[in-house]
Structures are given as C-alpha cells and as structure tokens.
C-alpha cells in the first residue's frame, strides 16, 4: 500500500518549496526537526561537497543539501516510484543539473563506489526499519566500506530510530550520537590518517562544520 505525502524543505534557495509524495505503507520520511538537527550539526560541511543521499526515499534530505549549497547531490533509492518522484521534483525546483538520481539497490552501490577525487563528500544514510532487522549484518558492512573508501574529512551520518544496537558500530568512540525523540543521528567524521601519522599522534575524528 502506498500513502500520499508532503515535506517540506526548510532552508537555503529552495526554502518553503514542498515536495507531495507517495510513500509505502509504515515508511516515515526523515522528520523535519531531525533534518534541521542535522543540517545544524553539519554547518558549514555542506556547501561545496558531493553529497550522496543512500537509502534516498523521498529524497528529501538530498535536495535540502542542493538548497544549502551542496556541489551536487547523488540520490540512491532502489524504489522505482520513489527515484522517479526524486527527479520529478529536482526537475520541478530547477536543479536537475545539480542532482543525480541512481536508482540502485544501496548495498551493491556502495560495494562499487570509488570516490572521484580526495575531495571529502558527505554521506547520510536513512535505512528502511526493516533492513535493521533482516539485514542487520549487510547495513554494517556498508558503513565500514564507506568508512573506508571515503577521503579524510568526509563525514558520514546514519538516521535510524531508537533500539539499534549503536554498540555495533566501527570505532564507537568517535561517532557523535544524538538523540531526538525515538530517532538517533549517529556522526562520524573520516580523520585524516596522514596528517595524523606525520605529526606522530593517534588519529581522531573531530567536529563537523568547524
């Protein structure tokens, strides 16, 4: 079953525009006081770099980063309906030039992705609830191939709602984790390895958008 929809992008050249969606059955889009949380954390970490929307659903969480100042956006959704709502809207708002909608499945997308250059991107991952529970293992594995194929200084966010087991996560000590309401945004900035190793010290994750 599918349900009409509507978000609403909440700052930056596309502010106040609203994207009217289908959404499956049980499937809630990225609360408005999450994304404003995490545009708030990320800060100045949005203008100018890659961002890559994973598990994309509405898609909203991509193009409110284009709004912001974003270089561009990469969408990947693995719905059909849903990917064809994403780019009916970035054609809609006039940024299709700015947005790429990949309609692919996450987890073989992410075991092919190469950065493009050393520049760092962002990532924010919104996994379906249930993959949490079936695909539990695969999600894991996902995080630490991006983890470990993203250039320094890249960040990567995944939104989930309470009860995921947070203490499964690569290097848990870095990750920022914040609550609101039932939803965790789980933050980890890459550190810079070589930096590090040149100045002798252990490599630490620091803040976002400073």
């Not at 609203?18 to 949380?37: D, F």
């Not at 947005?99 to 950065?115: G, T």
């Not at 250059?117 to 991952?125: E, G, I, K, M, R």
């Amino acid at each position: 079953m599918w349900e009409k929809t509507q978000v609403r992008i909440v700052a930056g050249r596309l502010r106040g525009r609203k994207l009217h969606v289908v959404v499956k059955e049980g499937m809630r889009p990225t609360p408005q006081l999450v994304r404003e949380a995490y545009f708030s954390i990320m800060g100045n970490a949005i203008p100018g770099r890659l961002f890559y929307d994973v598990f994309a659903g509405t898609g909203v969480v991509g193009l409110e980063a284009v709004s912001r100042g974003a270089l561009a956006a990469r969408l990947i959704e693995n719905d059909s309906r849903q990917a064809a709502d994403i780019q009916k809207h970035a054609d809609l708002f006039g940024i299709s030039r700015d947005v790429q909608v990949l309609k692919a499945d996450a987890y073989r997308w992410a075991e092919h992705w190469q950065p493009s250059s050393t520049a760092p991107v962002n990532f924010f991952l919104s996994p379906p609830f249930a993959d949490l529970h079936q695909r539990l293992e695969q999600f894991l594995i996902l995080v630490q191939t991006l983890l470990a194929k993203a250039p320094p200084e890249s960040v990567l966010t995944i939104q989930v709602e309470r009860g995921f087991p947070v203490e499964r996560l690569p290097n848990l000590q870095a990750w920022d984790i914040r609550r609101y309401g039932r939803n965790l945004l789980m933050v980890y900035v890459i550190p810079d390895q070589e930096h590090a190793s040149a100045s002798g010290k252990e490599p630490q994750t620091h803040s976002v958008g400073q």
